[in-house]
Nanobody, 122 residues
Framework: HVQLVESGGGSVQVGGSLRLSCVGS????????MGWFRQAPGKAREGIAV???????AYAESMKDRFTISVDNAKNTLYLQMNSLKPEDTAMYYC?????????????????WGQGTQVTVS
């Protein structure tokens, strides 16, 4: 039974930082790509970043200078460090795991999702 649980969201002022965490269980971290997505009200789910089993990362162009994805395999935890936050970063943030991800930006390529954590920037 795969389980992903996000935490670390909250309300933050413009220019502030947050670190999101995603604890996963029930699957092999070394056989999955792990991604972060976000979804604002009325908008499609948007890919932020991905990290694969080799530790290689990819980012959405608009966020690569402010966000950093990382993983602690010993703790089965995925992180997203977010700096210089802007009001447009306000959204529900989700982590996802996928075994066969060809296009990391496509949400339907991931097998499992967390429940999300809300980030509000004002």
């Amino acid at each position: 039974h795969v389980q992903l649980v996000e935490s670390g969201g909250g309300s933050v002022q413009v220019g502030g930082s947050l670190r999101l965490s995603c604890v996963g269980s029930g699957f092999s971290w070394r056989k999955n790509c792990m991604g972060w997505f976000r979804q604002a009200p009325g908008k499609a789910r948007e890919g932020i970043a991905v990290i694969d089993s080799d530790g290689d990362t990819a980012y959405a162009e608009s966020m690569k200078d402010r966000f950093t994805i990382s993983v602690d395999n010993a703790k089965n935890t995925l992180y997203l460090q977010m700096n210089s936050l802007k009001p447009e970063d306000t959204a529900m943030y989700y982590c996802a795991a996928g075994r066969a991800v060809a296009d990391w930006t496509r949400a339907n390529e991931y097998d499992s999702w967390g429940q999300g954590t809300q980030v509000t920037v004002s």
